[in-house]
C-alpha cells in the first residue's frame, strides 16, 4: 500500500491492486480508430484540384489589387506583416502552447501516431521541447534546419529570419508523409517556465510566439492539473492572444490523473486562474481529457474524457474543412487594413500640402500635424467621408514612428496613384473587398451566401465604391 499527495493537497491511500491496475493501463495502447474517422483521413481529397484553383485565384487577386497599395503607401512598415506567396498557399496552423510538461508534444504524437517512430517528439517530466518544431506533409520522413526552412522562399517561413540566427538555431521542422498533415501543419513551442528570464533563451520569445499567433488557425493553450498557476509569462502570452479568442481552445491535460470530484475542483481552479486573462463575454471552449497514446486510467471518467476528445477533434475538422474560407476572409480583412491607411496617409498629404504656404518650414508644419492630428480632423475625416468604421482606425501614435521613419513627401496622394492602362490603385482594392473575394468566396460554396457582407459600415459593399480621387 502506498501514500500519496493528490496536486490538490490531498491524501489519497492507493492498494497494491490499484497500482497494478494503473500500471497495466499505462501499457496499453489506446485505439485510434476514431481519430480518422472523425478527421476523415480515409476519404480522399476530391476537392483539391478546385481548392488549389481557388488558392491561385485568390494569390492574383492579391497581387494585382492589394498588394500594389501596400508597397505605394509602405504598410508592411506600420503592422510589420508581409504576406508572401506561401502563406496565401500555406495549409491552417495549429499552435500548441502552455508551460512546460503538460503534455502539448504528446499530444502531437498521439494526433499523428507518431509513438515508438523515429520522429516522435521528446516527452518528459522535465522540460524537454527547447524549439519551435513545425510538423508538416512531405514526400518522405526528414528534419529540417531553421536556416534551411527560412530561406526556402516557397514556404511560409522566411520572414522569420528577422528574429536572427539565434532564434533560428531554435526552430526545427520536421516533415512526414501522413493524411492529416496534407491538410494541416503543427507547431509545438517550448514550454513556459515562470522562473526564467526571457533574455536567458537568447533571442525574443514573445516576438516569436507573436508571429506564429498572428497566423495561427487554431490555438491549443493547454495545462495539466499540477501546472495551474499564472506567472508573468503567462500574462504575457494571454495579453498577446488578445483579439484572437475566437481561435482559442483551452485544454486540461492528464485529467485521467484525477479522481471525479478532484477533477471538478481543478476545473474551477483553472477559471479562477485564467479569468483575468480572458476578457472576453463569451470564455474559449475548455477540453478535459488525456491525450497521449495510453488508455485512461482505470475508475476515472473515461466515457466524458472520449466524448470531449472527439469534440476536440471535431473542432479541428471544421478548421480544416473552412481552410478555404479562412484564407479568403484574412486577405480580406487585410485588404481593409491595407485601404485605411492608404486613406490615412492620403489625408496627411493632402493636410500638408494645404498648410504649407512659402515662408513654411516644412519640418515644423508636419510634426503639428502628426503631434495633433485630431487639430486638423485627419481621422474623423476618414470616418465622415468614407465607409469605414471608428473600431478599424488605427493607434494614433502609430503614425508618429510611422513618419519618422517615412518623410510625408515620399508619398504621392491617391489621386495621383492612377494610370490610363492599369487604372487606380483605390478603385482596385475596393473592388477586391466589395466583389472580387466575396464573389470567389461565394464560388466556393453558393450554398451560402458569403458571410460579412450583410454590413457596410467597414466596406462600403451594396453599390458601387465611389473613388473620390479618380482623375476626370
Avoid at 512531405?138 to 522562399?153: F, L
Avoid at 503631434?371 to 493607434?395: E, G, H, M, Q, R
Amino acid at each position: 500500500m502506498a501514500v500519496e499527495i493528490s496536486p490538490l493537497g490531498f491524501f489519497c491511500v492507493a492498494s497494491a491492486e490499484e497500482e497494478e491496475d494503473v500500471i497495466a493501463s499505462t501499457n496499453i495502447l489506446r485505439d485510434r480508430s476514431h481519430i480518422d474517422k472523425t478527421l476523415r483521413l480515409a476519404f480522399d481529397d476530391n476537392a483539391a484540384e478546385s481548392y488549389n484553383a481557388a488558392l491561385q485565384k485568390l494569390r492574383k487577386i492579391y497581387h494585382s489589387a492589394i498588394k500594389p497599395m501596400e508597397q505605394a503607401y509602405k504598410y508592411n512598415e506600420l503592422r510589420a506583416h508581409e504576406i508572401s506567396d506561401g502563406e496565401i498557399t500555406s495549409k491552417p496552423m495549429v499552435l500548441f502552447l502552455g508551460p512546460w510538461s503538460v503534455g502539448k508534444s504528446s499530444m502531437i504524437n498521439y494526433l499523428l501516431g507518431l509513438k515508438d517512430s523515429p520522429y516522435q517528439l521528446y516527452t518528459g517530466a522535465e522540460p524537454t521541447t527547447s524549439e519551435f518544431t513545425v510538423i508538416m506533409h512531405g514526400e518522405k520522413t526528414r528534419s529540417i534546419e531553421g536556416i534551411v526552412m527560412a530561406a526556402d522562399s516557397s514556404r511560409s517561413f522566411s520572414p522569420l529570419e528577422k528574429f536572427g540566427q539565434s532564434f533560428l538555431e531554435k526552430l526545427l521542422g520536421i516533415e512526414m508523409p501522413h493524411k492529416l498533415l496534407e491538410r494541416v501543419t503543427f507547431v509545438d513551442t517550448p514550454g513556459i517556465i515562470e522562473n526564467r528570464k526571457q533574455q536567458e533563451r537568447g533571442y525574443p520569445f514573445n516576438d516569436v510566439c507573436q508571429w506564429f499567433i498572428d497566423r495561427a488557425d487554431l490555438i491549443f493553450v493547454t495545462f495539466d492539473p499540477t501546472k495551474l498557476d499564472v506567472g508573468l509569462e503567462l500574462e504575457m502570452l494571454f495579453r498577446q492572444l488578445k483579439g484572437r479568442e475566437s481561435q482559442i481552445r483551452i485544454i486540461l491535460n492528464k485529467a485521467d490523473n484525477l479522481a471525479t470530484q478532484d477533477l471538478m475542483r481543478v476545473y474551477g481552479a483553472l477559471f479562477w486562474s485564467l479569468a483575468p486573462l480572458i476578457n472576453v463575454t463569451e470564455p474559449p471552449r475548455v477540453y478535459v481529457s488525456s491525450f497521449w497514446p495510453y488508455e485512461y486510467a482505470p475508475d476515472t471518467s473515461r466515457d466524458l474524457f472520449k466524448r470531449e476528445e472527439i469534440s476536440l477533434l471535431e473542432d479541428l475538422n471544421q478548421v480544416i474543412e473552412n481552410r478555404l474560407e479562412n484564407k479568403i476572409a484574412f486577405i480580406r480583412q487585410h485588404a481593409i487594413r491595407v485601404r485605411i491607411h492608404a486613406l490615412l496617409v492620403d489625408r496627411y498629404v493632402q493636410t500638408f500640402k494645404d498648410k504649407m504656404s512659402y515662408f513654411s518650414d516644412p519640418d515644423l508644419v508636419f510634426k503639428e500635424i502628426v503631434d495633433d492630428p485630431d487639430k486638423f480632423f485627419i481621422f474623423k475625416s476618414i470616418l465622415a467621408k468614407t465607409n469605414v468604421s471608428k473600431f478599424d482606425l488605427p493607434n494614433r501614435e502609430a503614425y508618429q514612428d510611422f513618419f519618422g521613419v517615412n518623410p510625408i513627401n515620399t508619398f504621392k496622394s491617391l489621386s495621383a496613384q492612377c494610370s490610363y492602362t492599369g487604372g487606380c490603385l483605390l478603385d482596385k482594392i475596393e473592388k477586391a473587398i466589395t466583389s472580387e473575394l466575396p464573389g470567389l468566396l461565394g464560388s466556393i460554396n453558393p450554398s451560402k451566401p458569403p458571410p460579412g457582407l450583410s454590413s457596410c459600415e467597414t466596406t462600403g459593399c451594396g453599390e458601387k465604391p465611389k473613388n473620390r480621387y479618380r482623375k476626370n
